[in-house]
């Protein structure tokens, strides 16, 4: 599957399209149970720890990932978990005070699913400098760990 990354020159979103071959039952539990997310968040050669994982209206957040060149930390807070919706915050530690709002929306193709996701920046020099640290890499290889891992628990 391939996934579109969308950054408009001169504003501050990113929006990434990516369709599944799984229902939106286990892209959703894929993006919330603790077990699965370690398992495919990430660039490939990441190791990932969860410090904290509450995925639920209200809960929030707190992983690190680590390869030979060090840490990455990030944290953020769920304001609405649902089937259909995730909306929360992000924040790289190597970059504090840029916190982003995301919201991803799963639409059911009938056995598949299309995942839309918007993160809105708080200036477009913070998208800018996103775009600039490699992110795009890192969802391309965190949604082809996804795939496989979507594959093994059908």
């Known amino acids: ?17 990516r369709e599944f071959d799984a229902p939106p039952s286990a892209v959703f539990r ?6 699965l997310i370690v398992r495919w968040l990430g660039p490939h050669g990441m190791e990932m720890e969860l410090i904290e994982f509450d995925a639920r209206t209200g809960g929030g957040y707190h992983y690190v990932h680590r390869d030979e060149r060090g840490e990455y930390r990030f944290r953020g807070v ?31 193709l009938g056995g598949r699913t299309r995942m839309v996701s918007h993160s809105v920046y708080p200036s477009v ?30």
């Open 78 to 108: 769920y304001h609405t978990v649902s089937e259909e919706r995730i909306i929360q915050t992000f924040e790289y530690e190597g970059a504090p005070g840029e916190v982003t709002l995301d919201s991803m929306t799963l639409t059911d």
């Open 125 to 154: 020099e913070a998208r800018d400098a996103a775009m600039e640290s490699g992110m795009n890499k890192g969802i391309q290889q965190s949604y082809e760990r996804l795939d496989t891992l979507l594959e093994k628990e059908e």
């Open 30 to 35: 894929a993006h919330t149970d603790p077990d």
């Open 1 to 17: 599957m391939s996934t579109t990354i969308t950054a408009r020159p001169g504003t501050p979103f990113i929006e990434v399209t």
